[in-house]
């Protein structure tokens, strides 16, 4: 992938939140099944019962469906509570194509400043399977694995 | 449709990501296209116009030639897609993390 597709996907959220960093992180990881939008953010729809992430290194991040049914979103990468979580994110597709979910809870006043970061997308571009085979390209994280998971 | 499932819709078709990734490198008339692909002219012509309409590509005249460029505004469109999915997302965290705690005093 050119550097310039890679920068357009860099994806920076920021928000602050009336909350401690205790409780937000809490409240994004623990308690996520209470206000992740299963709905339409995720890949098993209105079949998903509950997200899970697992609070250490290492742990899965995975939608549950109705019928028992688990479907991993990721592995967390990185586990310091409140302070920082990370997880690669690959909703519905290769673990090898995922890319890299970071997401940051920072003191500000009297509630928490939150930056995600979404990013990794450069992994598929330097991926060794991408040089043998052209339709490897990036693109086909949109085109027909992320549209499935995200559309 | 919405403008990034055009786009997606688009990428899908392996060729057309191939004419995609082709133009990348400048702009190009058709026929040239149809020389480095495995498909016909008409074939060729046809994947253009659906990636024209995704925003994807652009036409564009030089003399009595047309040639056909990247366009930016279809990827611009697939961003604009994820910053809602995460602003969405996000949206729902924030109203969560700032619910009154029950039975829970100290924070």
């Not at chain 1, 996520?32 to 697992?54: D, F, N, Q, R």
């Not at chain 2, 253009?48 to 279809?74: C, I, S």
């Amino acid at each position: 992938m050119s550097e310039q597709a890679t920068e357009q996907l860099v994806l920076r959220k920021t928000l602050v939140v009336a909350a401690s960093p205790e409780r937000a992180f809490e409240v994004f990881t623990a308690g996520i099944a209470g206000w992740w939008p299963m709905a339409t953010h995720s890949t098993g729809k209105e079949l998903v019962e509950t997200v899970v992430i697992e609070p250490r290194e290492g742990g899965r991040f995975y939608e549950r469906q109705k019928d028992g049914t688990e479907q991993d979103w990721g592995i967390v990468t990185a586990w310091d509570p409140p302070e920082r979580f990370a997880s690669t994110w690959h909703p519905g597709y290769d673990a090898a194509e995922g890319q890299d979910l970071e997401v940051r809870f920072t003191p500000e006043g009297d509630g928490t400043r939150i930056e995600l970061v979404h990013t990794g997308w450069e992994r598929r571009a330097d991926a060794e399977e991408m040089l043998r085979n052209y339709d490897a390209g990036w693109d086909i994280v949109f085109g027909e694995r992320f549209a499935g998971a995200f559309g | 449709m919405t403008a990034y499932g055009d786009v997606l819709s688009a990428l899908a078709d392996p060729t057309r990501r191939q004419v995609f990734e082709l133009l990348r490198r400048g702009p190009r008339p058709v026929g040239e296209l149809a020389g480095e692909l495995p498909v016909s002219r008409p074939a060729v012509s046809q994947h253009l116009k659906v990636l024209k309409d995704a925003g994807l590509v652009r036409e564009q005249r030089e003399g009595t030639r047309r040639l056909y460029a990247p366009n930016g505004d279809g990827l611009a469109a697939l961003r604009d897609y994820l910053d809602g999915y995460w602003d969405e997302a996000l949206a729902a965290f924030k109203q969560a993390a700032e619910e009154p705690t029950e039975g829970d005093d100290d924070e």
